[in-house]
């Protein structure tokens, strides 16, 4: 939009958003509160936690049951929400 | 099959897998080659720490156990995600198991160690615990550890207490010679068999009539360590059922007689003498730390307390005991002696009606509430050096034949029940409830440390 009044700060501009989760109960800061099961694993990675983009992402529900994050799947997290990052255990 | 090695015990972290568990994991495992989480308590041992397996989650063919991505096959995420979710909430550890094929050696492929390493620090993270994986075969087994404080161990050895008390490593151990002392016994036993008598630390929780047989044969089989459990001094009575007492030693704790008869008969044995009653939280935290456990004690509460330890810290035991039915008026009745085998995760003491309630919470009071509260009058019962001689020895010839593996079967272990006056000699299997709080997965089997036996024995 074409304006001649700039937004003022606080107002109209969305403000930088960042939340906390725990990702294998290590705190990760989040840029944005929608995000893809992808950027979660990306964001926790770069936050040092021990893991990588392979690993299967699951999120708590209310009910207490983990449920599968895709990588292209976008979720909306809230503060403190629980995130584990698995791999297959493969043998040979 | 060919004869499986028999491995002394080792030094280091070790796992104690009861025999029901293994064998369900076996049949999961051997041939086809399944996948599957143990789930494990922690405890201190005498040579190193110790796991102990309670609970196994196998994985299903296809949906939890699926083409590996690098590897053969893999654990697919989410079953070692719900696998870890139980053993983060249980505080338990974490072991991934897999086979590979051969029977004496096991060690893990490149891509198992490089799948650990991937995965195992998120797994740690996640539980809290310690998490690894385990790769066997029917005769051996290999472990990679990775411990919460963040340093990683290899398994020295995994037990399995059946019929035959298994040491599995990742390759057969070798024999140091058997010394000249022990040269005839050890033409059965083995070099490496007269070594793990050595390298064991049994207890014997009572050293009356037939403790005192035990700790002297146990002394001279070459047993290297004995704790000594009995809170009792000897009196004139008991002298003609101790092995070498004699008058001077009235008075005297039986705790002291075992100790200077074992030490006559081996005098390299370490002994670990406690003059308390088992109870005692000194006497149990000793027999915590044992591979064996031989329970000559009668009271209710001796019982319930070895009970106990054999389940919350996994150690086979033997209850030997001797009954003697003489009425008021001299009639006699069925005399009969019984040895019968304790083994983790089996049906115990409880589940076969074999600990008296009403007596036990009479035992658990002070000595003299506990005189006061029994309606008879302690009439003393009959004791006879050879019955006790009898039940002794078929529970020693257990324990030597179990932990050599010599006998025929690993996993039977019924009680032996011997009637003297009939001369019969008859097998019994224990029993089992389903949720029995101390045998099984849903009690305190393998909690280990994680709640002090003392603690959770509330009656
Ligand atoms: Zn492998
Ligand atoms: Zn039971």
Redesign the pocket.
């Known amino acids: 939009m074409d304006t001649a009044i700039e937004p003022t700060a606080g107002q109209n501009e969305r403000r930088p958003v960042q939340v906390t989760v725990t990702v294998n109960n290590q705190p990760v800061i989040l840029p944005s509160r929608e995000l893809t099961g992808l950027e979660i694993k990306q964001a926790a990675i770069a936050q040092g936690v021990p893991i990588d983009t392979g690993f299967q992402l699951s999120v708590k529900r209310g009910n207490g049951r983990y449920e599968v994050v895709d990588d292209d799947e976008q979720i909306r997290v809230h503060p403190n929400q629980e995130f584990l990052a698995v791999p297959p255990d493969d043998?040979? | 099959m060919a004869r499986r090695p028999v491995n002394p015990p080792a030094e280091g972290w070790s796992l104690t897998i009861p025999h029901r568990l293994w064998t369900e994991l076996s049949a999961h495992l051997f041939p086809s080659g399944g996948g599957a989480v143990l789930l494990a308590g922690h405890a201190e041992g005498a040579r190193g720490p110790r796991l102990l397996a309670y609970d196994l989650i196998t994985a299903t063919n296809d949906t939890d156990y699926i083409p590996g991505e690098y590897?053969?096959r893999a654990l697919a995420p989410s079953f070692v995600r719900d696998a870890a979710v139980r053993a983060r909430d249980e505080s338990a550890a974490y072991l991934a198991v897999?086979?590979?094929g051969g029977l004496d050696r096991v060690r893990?492929?490149s891509?198992?160690t490089a799948s650990h390493e991937r995965g195992y620090p998120a797994l740690r993270q996640i539980t809290g615990q310690t998490v690894g994986?385990l790769?066997l075969t029917p005769h051996a087994a290999a472990g990679d550890l990775w411990l919460a404080d963040g340093s990683r161990t290899p398994l020295a050895e995994t037990v399995i207490p059946g019929g035959n008390l298994l040491r599995l490593r990742p390759c057969p151990a070798t024999a140091t010679p058997a010394g000249p002392d022990h040269d005839r016994q050890a033409r059965l036993l083995g070099d490496v068999g007269q070594e793990t008598l050595n390298r064991l630390r049994v207890a014997v929780v009572g050293l009356g009539g037939v403790g005192s047989i035990l700790v002297e044969e146990l002394a001279r089989l070459g047993v290297g360590t004995l704790v000594l459990i009995d809170d009792d001094t000897i009196e004139a009575t008991n002298l003609p059922r101790l092995v070498a007492a004699g008058k001077d030693d009235i008075g005297l704790l039986k705790t002291d007689l075992a100790a200077r008869n074992a030490q006559r008969a081996n005098p390299r044995i370490r002994l670990i003498p406690k003059a308390t009653r088992v109870e005692h939280p000194e006497a149990l935290k000793e027999l915590a730390l044992c591979d064996w456990i031989f329970l000559a004690a009668d009271s209710a509460s001796a019982r319930h307390w070895v009970n106990a330890t054999v389940q919350q810290f996994l150690i086979p035991a033997v209850q030997v005991g001797v009954k003697i039915p003489v009425d008021s008026a001299g009639y006699v009745g069925q005399i009969h002696t019984a040895t019968r085998i304790m083994l983790p995760g089996d049906g115990c003491l409880w589940c076969n009606r074999l600990i008296d309630s009403t007596q036990l919470a009479i035992d658990m009071h002070p000595k003299a509430e506990r005189d006061a509260a029994r309606y008879v009058p302690g009439v003393p019962a009959p004791s006879v050096i050879t019955l006790n001689t009898l039940a002794a020895a078929e529970a020693l010839n257990h324990f030597v034949l179990a932990a050599t593996g010599l006998h025929d079967d690993d996993h039977d272990h019924a009680a032996v029940i011997h009637r003297p006056r009939t001369r019969q000699r008859d097998l019994q299997d224990p029993r089992q409830d389903a949720n029995c709080r101390w045998c099984t997965p849903a009690g305190r089997l393998g909690r280990g440390d994680s709640g002090s036996v003392v603690q959770t024995a509330t009656l």
Do not use: T
């Open positions: 043998n040979s | 590897g053969h897999h086979a590979h893990f492929s891509v198992d994986g790769v």
